[in-house]
């Protein structure tokens, strides 16, 4: 049987890409909703077939506990929010796939691992990239060595946030955790980590703004660098003020590279020796289903809350050096 999935929180990923992705998966499939727009409940439920007794509002959710179509919750919806609902869905006894970043902080992030463990649940972060073929091969290059130990790492994302109306949650401190570096950041602190294998040392940032009238409560663009123990340094760049999508690797005996790296899609990669040959795929299907394979034989998630919380220590000490000016220790 198919494990029944959840998504909690109907914006434009879990209705652009996570449902869609649903349709092709052979794990799991998008059992149920929850939503606080009753005009979204049909839509959906006619759409995707989904019955009247697997769609729950925020009120309701809890109940969630008692209904055995939902094996998995997934949380898709805005940073502010993640912990209060991994933790509910762990309570009610729900697997949980909790979106990037993984929380406000690294503090949340123990309380939401340690809720998972308690409930014996498992926790996964919707770090798709792990399941796709050009960033596997990144990790392979760089982890396996095959190039010889990875001596430098760039690597840049972000895309132009556009219009003038700056309300959204994304632009709002208290909901996102803050701009570009929690949002389109967290990939290049994953990218890095993920060539190198290791956990940075130490990280050193400044932050640019075009338009302070805009980015009120944010930053517009952070650059930092990372040193990992092994000797390797990163030179990281997110913005909301330029379209970037790239992970380039040097290595004494050649170089690696894809770009666009972090998209859904169209990624392509190539390698001093020549291009890299992988197929497109589903990234959100494959990331899916191996959660549904790990629930199903017990075994961890490939990017587990643990993954996330490493994430969310680098930030954390990115925002401190902006604050600083100073090299900042993980
Ligand atoms: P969105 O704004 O399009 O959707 C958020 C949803 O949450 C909306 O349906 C909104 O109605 C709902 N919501 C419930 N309570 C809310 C509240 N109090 N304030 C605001 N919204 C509320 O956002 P999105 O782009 O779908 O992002 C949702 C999550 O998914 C974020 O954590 C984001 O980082 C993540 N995401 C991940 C990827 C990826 O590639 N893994 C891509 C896009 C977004």
Request: charged letters at 20%; hydrophobic letters at 35%.
């Amino acid at each position: 049987k198919k494990l029944g999935i959840a998504l909690v929180g109907l914006g434009s990923y879990a209705g652009g890409q996570l449902a869609p992705a649903l349709q092709e998966t052979k794990n799991c499939y998008l059992a149920g909703i929850v939503t606080g727009t009753p005009a979204k409940e049909k839509i959906w439920a006619d759409k995707y077939n989904i019955p009247q007794k697997n769609i729950y509002n925020y009120q309701d959710f809890d109940s969630i506990a008692d209904n055995p179509d939902i094996d998995i919750v997934y949380v898709v919806l805005p940073v502010f929010l993640h912990k209060e609902y991994t933790i509910r869905a762990a309570k009610a006894g729900k697997h949980v796939i909790c979106e990037k970043p993984m929380a406000l902080s690294v503090a949340e992030c123990d309380e939401m691992i340690s809720a998972c463990k308690q409930a014996n649940r498992l926790l996964s972060i919707g770090y798709r990239l792990h399941f796709e073929p050009f960033n596997k091969e990144m990790m392979r290059l760089g982890q396996q060595k095959v190039y010889g130990p990875v001596t430098a790492i760039h690597s840049s994302n972000g895309f132009v946030y556009g219009g003038t109306d700056n309300s959204a949650w994304r632009l709002k401190k208290k909901l996102a955790g803050g701009g570009p570096l929690m949002d389109m950041g967290v990939y290049v602190v994953q990218g890095a980590r993920y060539v190198t294998g290791e956990e940075p040392l130490w990280v050193k940032a400044r932050q640019e703004k075009t338009r302070p009238e805009f980015f009120t409560e944010v930053e517009e663009t952070v650059y930092w660098q990372m040193a990992f123990p092994g000797g390797c340094i990163a030179n990281c760049k997110t913005s909301y003020n330029e379209n970037a999508s790239i992970l380039h690797a040097d290595a004494p005996k050649g170089w690696f590279e894809i770009s666009p790296a972090y998209g859904y899609g169209g990624l392509a990669g190539k390698t001093s020796q020549g291009p890299m040959p992988f197929p497109h795929i589903t990234q959100q299907a494959a990331q899916m289903d191996a959660f549904a394979t790990a629930v199903r034989t017990s075994t961890p998630s490939i990017v587990p809350g643990e993954e996330g919380r490493k994430d969310m220590k680098v930030i954390e000490a990115i925002y401190r050096s902006l604050d600083s000016g100073q090299q900042e220790k993980v």
